[in-house]
């Protein structure tokens, strides 16, 4: 077989492929009924969902600004700053927050399907609190497992516990309780390592208040841990489940009594997690004020789908119009170049999902304008094509001749708009982004199919018989 | 083949009158920026039907400004959209001025709020200043490029020339937009929001690329057929790639007319701005750039 043939084979697949992992439902609904009628078991095609921006799945998007006037190292601050916002959003328990550093000084914080904005402002708004716990007796603690234990009975009969007596109680921590010492008594935290073991180390610098605080709290804990809490939890996950909760505790057990407000904590950790707890530390000693957000956008969760639909709905009726206008005046090839396009339309979607790419209304935007480019180099090429043919060329000879004659044109254009493309990539703001990238995802593989596909679907297609009728060409 | 040359001064009318009105109404009626550029508070918001009632109450403009009298919002647009929406636009809040102002509207009738968005005017002016520059580079970046794509062929006409046409071509093609945006934002309260600037953007990179289409068969042609008089190559040049021209801005247009006529509010004038330049980058590419290219080659002739 001709190697033409394999290469229309390959994309045949390709497209199926692609197809199908746009829109998996039709080929996993007939999965479904082959399976309910032989008895398989073939899984369903895997399917990804798209990942949709703020402006379609609703959600909040905050920019703040610090203030790093009194800060030294300001890169070392932000990445603080961000990771300590970055916690708080976690446990506010939010579908895949974002936060981000824009610039120097700015923070963007994106809140996809957040109800309760206000709440969410000011919590992220508050200066980081850092506090260090030391052990309760067992006298304090008894009382507050068995309030536990007796909720937890509770629940498991389905009762309300908020019937017992004190179940506050309960909500307090069993088993650590602040000291007088919290972040503002610490100067900094930086991450040193052993002279002899070379592992890292942490080490603690007190002020001189401070020092006398921690020459108190160490004296009378010797041997006993020390919980060091950052906003109310853990400052690092101590389970390894991913997530920071009541059950981590990050404690180092004090070996003697510390004068001198140096303390190096020890002990098997890895280089990251000391630069995490380093860090943490310094964003509850020095904190960097962020205030209120200097930009706020808020879209209900109703509005997104609403213009989703609308925008969808309308890309589907202009991709039909291209395609019955490419058929009426380029027969044969526009029929084609239709196919080819919905190729490109199955494949840029499919890049959509996999990479995946954030698809805002800008985005849409883009994608959709880029259907009416995608056939640009088809009516570039088929152009030239007719030319060679009134010209007497045969047809084979006027398809190559075609391809070959529009490529600079095409070439050019094309490059045009990608500098455009990336220009407005970095000169502007998140929004603008996602439009710059979709378009010029969509030009690149705009290029593959208008140029790779269609040539090889006229190569399989148009043959020697098309000379007899050449109308339809 | 079409003289299309031969009407030189025909086109150049045309297009310095529309020229000129842009910029006089830019002038004059300025353009109307959304709160992304101008710092500020905008929320949209959507009056349901009463538990008590039933049915959809939406108060009138000044029932809504007195009533939110008392927060200083400055002044207060109000546009209602649809059949029971508004918009309201007023200076920048912070989030509990937000709720405050959300619970007063509740207590005229009751709403749900589609999107509120709050812009520091720090922020708005540095969008501003951003996309200016994002314009003016890729004017750059564009002119440069042809300059450069052409630099085989420097007879009759330099390679720069080339560049320097397209540039003015697409100066057109960004100003009449921009007129138009003017008039609508005066007469019709249209913003010129960031989707707007991502058309215009857009309209560069695209109307840019019919002229260089053309160019490229100018090129081709003098490269294979030698030197003819220049008009006649550019005309002829012109009479084979017109046909192109027409389809590839009619598929753009069909697209952006199914997404102006369907395709929702917030990219309604998105679709319009690229309306709008596409057809005036078809325009100038067969009429402005190659014109006067030929005009120019003229006038040098004559000088020496």
Redesign the interface.
């Known amino acids: 077989m001709q190697q033409k043939y394999w290469i229309f084979i390959g994309v045949v697949i390709l497209a199926l492929l692609a197809g199908t992992f746009v829109y998996p439902n039709y080929v996993n609904q007939g999965i479904d009924g082959l399976n309910g009628k032989f008895g398989w078991h073939v899984p369903h095609f895997w399917s990804k969902p798209y990942t949709l921006g703020l402006?379609l799945q609703g959600g909040v998007n905050l920019?703040y600004?610090a203030d790093l006037i009194k800060t030294d190292d300001k890169g070392l601050a932000m990445q603080g700053l961000r990771d300590v916002i970055e916690r708080r959003v976690n446990m506010f328990g939010v579908s895949e927050p974002v936060v981000q550093i824009q610039g120097s000084d700015r923070l963007i914080v994106s809140l996809p399907g957040v109800k309760d904005?206000?709440q969410a402002?000011?919590m992220i708004g508050q200066t980081p609190y850092l506090e260090f716990d030391e052990q309760k007796t067992e006298a304090e603690s008894k009382p507050i497992l068995d309030k536990i234990k007796e909720i937890q009975d509770a629940e498991s009969k389905k009762e309300d516990y908020t019937k017992i007596k004190d179940w506050q109680l309960a909500l307090q921590n069993p088993y650590f309780k602040p000291t007088e010492l919290t972040g503002k008594y610490l100067s900094k935290a930086a991450v040193v390592f052993d002279q002899t073991t070379f592992k890292p180390q942490i080490q603690l610098t007190f002020n001189s208040e401070g020092s006398k605080l921690f020459e108190q709290i160490t004296a009378r804990n010797i041997q006993k841990p020390l919980a060091i809490y950052l906003d109310g939890a853990s400052i690092i996950d101590t389970t390894g489940d991913g997530k920071i909760d009541v059950s981590d505790v990050y404690a180092p057990i004090i070996q003697d009594k510390i004068t001198g407000g140096t303390a190096v904590i020890t002990g098997n950790i890895s280089a990251q997690t000391a630069n995490t707890i380093t860090s943490r530390l310094n964003s509850g000693a020095l904190p960097v004020k962020i205030g209120?957000?200097?930009?706020?956008?808020?879209?209900?969760p109703?509005?997104g789908q609403?213009?989703l639909q609308?925008?969808l709905?309308?890309?589907l009726?202009?991709?039909l119009?291209?395609v019955i206008?490419?058929i009426i005046?380029y027969r044969l090839p526009g029929l084609l170049a239709s196919i080819a396009l919905l190729v490109y339309v199955a494949i840029t979607l499919s890049i959509f999902k996999l990479v995946p790419v954030t698809l805002t209304?800008?985005g849409?935007?883009?994608f959709?304008?880029s259907?009416?480019?995608a056939?640009?180099a088809n009516?570039?090429i088929f152009?030239r094509m007719k030319?060679e043919i009134k010209q007497g060329k045969a047809v084979d000879v006027a398809i190559k001749e075609g391809f070959g004659?529009a490529w600079?044109?095409i070439r050019?254009?094309n490059?045009?708009?990608l500098?455009?493309?990336a220009?407005?990539f970095i000169?502007?703001?998140s929004?603008?982004k996602g439009?710059?990238l979709t378009?010029s995802l969509g030009i690149v593989v705009s290029l593959f199919s208008a140029i790779f596909i269609t040539r090889i679907l006229l190569q399989v297609f148009i043959g020697k018989w098309s000379e007899k009728v050449k109308w339809i060409l | 083949m079409f003289q299309f040359t031969k009407y030189s001064k025909v086109y150049y009318l045309v297009s310095g009158i529309l020229i000129i009105a842009s910029i006089a109404s830019l002038i004059v009626f300025k353009l109307h920026f959304g709160i992304e550029f101008t710092g500020g508070s905008n929320m949209e918001v959507e009056f349901i039907p009463s538990t008590v009632s039933g049915q959809v109450n939406r108060p009138g403009n000044e029932q809504i400004t007195k009533a939110l009298e008392s927060f200083k919002l400055g002044d207060i647009v109000v546009q209602p959209t649809g059949d029971k929406g508004a918009i309201l636009q007023f200076k920048g809040i912070d989030e509990a001025t937000h709720q405050n102002v959300l619970a007063e509207l509740t207590k005229l009738s009751p709403v749900e709020e589609k999107s509120f968005q709050f812009i520091g005017p720090s922020v708005g002016q540095e969008l501003k200043n951003k996309t200016v520059i994002a314009i003016l580079l890729s004017l750059l970046a564009i002119t440069l490029y042809i300059a450069f794509a052409f630099r085989k062929v420097s007879r009759p006409v330099a390679s720069w020339k080339y560049g320097v046409t397209s540039l003015i071509a697409l100066v057109h093609d960004i100003l009449i937009p921009l007129g138009v945006f003017s008039l609508l934002g005066h007469f019709y309260n249209v913003e010129i929001t960031i989707p707007i600037v991502a058309a215009l953007l857009t309209i560069l990179g695209f109307s840019v690329h019919d002229t260089i289409v053309i160019f490229d068969r100018i090129r081709e042609n003098i490269l294979r057929r030698g030197m003819g008089e220049f008009s006649q190559t550019v005309d002829w040049s012109l009479t084979q790639t017109v046909g192109r021209s027409i389809s590839t801005v009619a598929t753009v247009l069909i697209v952006m007319f199914a997404l102006y006529f369907f395709g929702g509010p917030t990219l309604k004038y998105f679709s319009l701005a690229l309306i709008i330049g596409v057809s005036s980058g078809a325009y100038s590419s067969i009429f402005i750039a190659s014109p006067l290219l030929v005009s120019w080659n003229k006038w040098s002739e004559r000088k020496t």
């Open positions: 402006d920019i600004q904005v206000k402002i000011e209120d957000p200097i930009s706020q956008e808020t879209v209900g109703t509005l609403a213009s609308k925008s709905w309308a890309g009726l202009g991709l119009a291209v206008f490419m005046f209304l800008a849409i935007g883009g959709i304008l259907i009416g480019m056939v640009d009516i570039l152009a030319e004659r600079p044109s050019d254009s490059l045009n708009s500098i455009v493309c220009i407005l000169f502007s703001t929004f603008i439009f710059a378009l």
